[in-house]
């Protein structure tokens, strides 16, 4: 079955620290991964995918068949990256997402 | 630019009482999604249009269920009657399916309450 997975509900770091947050998936085919950010009273949006291999806002995010992992990275975090996160799996060549339960990012002072 | 553009924001009804939400797309996108998210969860796709041809339905509980895509732009998600359950945020996206990079794009979305 196809599923993704964040274990991770509430992670709390202070501001500077370096911070990841996990993605596990499952899925038969090649898969494409996509993180995306929901801001307090702002709608959902994408942050990165992983075709990209690009740095947002200073995230990072690389996939890791043998692991099943897309996991995010931050190497200084800041108190505007507090958000909830969401990882994102495409289904097949149509579009459909599949995404995990999400992780609430808190960056403290 | 609006992007993804849903209403009603916020709605409270009875249980067994209908209920139905509004989405206007970004223009020019041809393919439009509906999504639900219940507290604590990701967003779950209920159904995908393609342009006004629904192509995939297969999670909409078809039997209190339905949405229409007319002239392949706006859509309505409709509920009859409304459970309990069906508690949650209701959320549009829109894609444009001809670019390098085929980005969805959310609205605000609808929370809905069932008393």
């Known amino acids: 079955a196809q599923r993704v997975t964040q274990p991770e509900k509430l992670l709390s770091v202070f501001k500077g620290a370096p911070v990841e947050l996990k993605c596990n998936y499952s899925y038969s085919g090649s898969p494409e991964l996509f993180w995306y950010v929901q801001y307090s009273r702002q709608r959902l949006q994408l942050l990165l995918r992983?075709?990209s291999r690009e740095s947002i806002k200073g995230f990072t995010a690389d996939l890791n068949k043998g692991e099943t992992s897309f996991h995010l990275k931050k190497p200084f975090a800041q108190e505007e990256d507090s958000a909830m996160y969401y990882c994102a799996l495409k289904r097949g060549s149509q579009g459909n997402l599949i995404f995990g339960k999400g992780t609430k990012l808190s960056v403290k002072p | 630019e609006a992007g993804v553009v849903q209403s009603p924001r916020y709605k409270i009804i009875e249980k067994k009482q209908p209920v139905a939400f509004w989405c206007n797309p970004i223009s020019g996108h041809n393919t439009l999604y509906w999504y639900r998210q219940n507290l604590g969860q990701g967003p779950e796709l209920l159904i995908r249009y393609e342009n006004e041809e629904a192509v995939d339905d297969s999670q909409l509980p078809k039997d209190r269920f339905s949405a229409e895509r007319l002239k392949g732009v706006d859509s309505t998600l409709k509920i009859q009657p409304a459970e309990l359950g069906d508690s949650a945020v209701y959320l549009c996206?829109?894609?444009?399916?001809?670019?390098?990079?085929?980005?969805?794009?959310f609205g605000p979305g609808t929370r809905l309450l069932v008393l």
């Open positions: 996206a829109s894609r444009w399916t001809g670019g390098v990079q085929e980005t969805q794009y």
């Open positions: 992983h075709i």
